[in-house]
């Protein structure tokens, strides 16, 4: 017989990074990753110590158990989403979350604003399918007790996922180009040009802002250049009081709006080139909370 003694709580802890950056990606909000990676750790001390000894791979049944429990809040985060008053936008990831580096996010080009925003335009099945097997390297057999589908269905899931990234992402502007490019906006809004604001902006670009029904926010997502910056202006001539200031936001060059300190309105965005393509602004307070420790 094989002495087998239970897992230290160190092995365990150090599967919190990857939970983490797993439910991030699979849910788009900070406040309910944590709750997933809390709960995952309750059941896992809920269970008898003789079951948690005989599981021989700690780490694999930690990333089921929160893939699982993703799963069911994606479904229930639609039915949610019905009584959301406005547009709903992920939660905005600042440069770090926090002190510990073991609860920060990983941040790559799964977690921009742009790769989320498509993740949340899929079916549970189809975001969990894709993110475990493409993102985090899972195999179709291992995704299927997941979902709770065949390995060829899973397959199927994924692939149908992968159709709508390509179909959604642009070719990519360099870091340092976009860098260039949101300086010059930022510059143009606190001048209130609006034709430099028209002249950064793609024709047909869109600007979506999500303020929760706890905030001013339209409910409507502003399409076209002219729009969007005599919208924007117009937001300026209200708001003088403002600092915006150059910040990272989910790994991409972004804009930050501070009241006295306080992050009122995280910004991200999508280039084609040199001219904006989407804007995202979050207002909702609730779901500004990392930023507010932030420097």
Request: charged share 25%; net charge negative; hydrophobic share 45%.
């Amino acid at each position: 017989m094989t002495d087998r003694s239970e897992p230290s709580l160190s092995a365990i802890m150090s599967e919190r990074r990857q939970l983490i950056n797993l439910a991030y990606r699979l849910l788009g909000s900070l406040a309910d990753t944590e709750d997933v990676v809390q709960e995952t750790y309750a059941r896992w001390y809920g269970m008898p110590r003789e079951q948690r000894e005989a599981i021989e791979s700690p780490g694999a049944w930690l990333t089921k158990v929160a893939s699982r429990i993703c799963l069911d809040l994606l479904g229930s985060a639609r039915v949610r989403r019905e009584s959301y008053v406005g547009e709903w936008i992920p939660e905005p990831l600042p440069d770090r979350t926090a002190a510990d580096p073991v609860d920060r996010v990983t941040l790559d080009e799964s977690v921009t604003m742009a790769f989320l925003v498509v993740l949340d335009a899929m079916t549970p099945a189809e975001r969990v399918a894709f993110v475990l097997h493409d993102v985090f390297c899972h195999t179709f057999a291992e995704v299927s007790e997941i979902v709770g589908r065949t390995p060829a269905a899973c397959r199927q899931l994924a692939s149908s996922a992968r159709r709508r990234i390509r179909a959604a992402q642009p070719l990519t502007t360099p870091a340092a180009r976009q860098s260039v490019v949101l300086r010059d906006f930022k510059q143009a809004w606190e001048a209130k040009d609006i034709e430099s604001l028209i002249a950064l902006l793609d024709p047909d670009a869109t600007a979506t802002v999500d303020g929760g029904g706890l905030v001013s926010a339209g409910l409507h997502p502003i399409s076209g250049s002219a729009q969007i910056a005599r919208y924007l202006v117009g937001l300026a001539g209200k708001a003088s009081e403002l600092t915006i200031v150059e910040r990272t936001v989910n790994g991409q060059p972004g804009l930050v709006a501070q009241r006295d300190g306080v992050a009122v309105t995280v910004a991200a965005f999508e280039m084609i080139g040199d001219r904006i393509k989407h804007i995202w602004a979050v207002r909702n307070p609730e779901k500004l909370r990392p930023w507010t420790t932030q420097p």
